[in-house]
């Protein structure tokens, strides 16, 4: 069993910055891909951010390209998403998830991360 306990959200103006983390509980973080999802009131819950265990490859949604970095210290087991020039429709909770040995081809399909945090709030203002 993993446990995902994310940290970091806030409320920030628009145009800052939030650096969000998730730790994990486990010896085998390393071998998961991890991922950040969001969901803002009355939407479906969506991906942001991925991080592959295998060779650390990212991928990221059109909406945050170029602005979100998602990142990983598995020495720590930590994944973090850095969220820059955030935006008033960046508001949401965000999840972070893991995907034991998950690949590319699934890497944005939620319902193969087995284990999800609670979630932190991000509230962006304008």
């Known amino acids: 069993q993993v446990q995902l306990v994310e940290s970091g959200g806030g409320l920030v103006q628009a145009g800052g910055s939030l650096r969000l983390s998730c730790a994990a509980s486990g010896r085998a973080f390393s071998m998961y891909t991890m991922g950040w999802f969001r969901q803002a009131p009355g939407k479906e819950r969506e991906f942001v951010a991925a991080?592959?265990?295998?060779?650390?490859?990212?991928y990221y949604a059109d909406s945050v390209q170029g602005r979100f970095t998602i990142s990983r210290d598995n020495a720590k087991n930590t994944v973090y998403l850095q969220m820059n020039s955030l935006k008033p429709e960046d508001t949401a909770v965000y999840h972070c998830?893991?995907?034991?040995?998950?690949?590319?081809?699934?890497?944005?399909?939620?319902?193969?991360?087995?284990?999800w945090g609670q979630g932190t709030q991000v509230t962006v203002s304008s």
């Open positions: 998830a893991a995907d034991p040995f998950g690949n590319s081809r699934t890497i944005e399909t939620q319902s193969k991360y087995a284990y």
């Open positions: 991080i592959r265990w295998s060779d650390g490859a990212t």
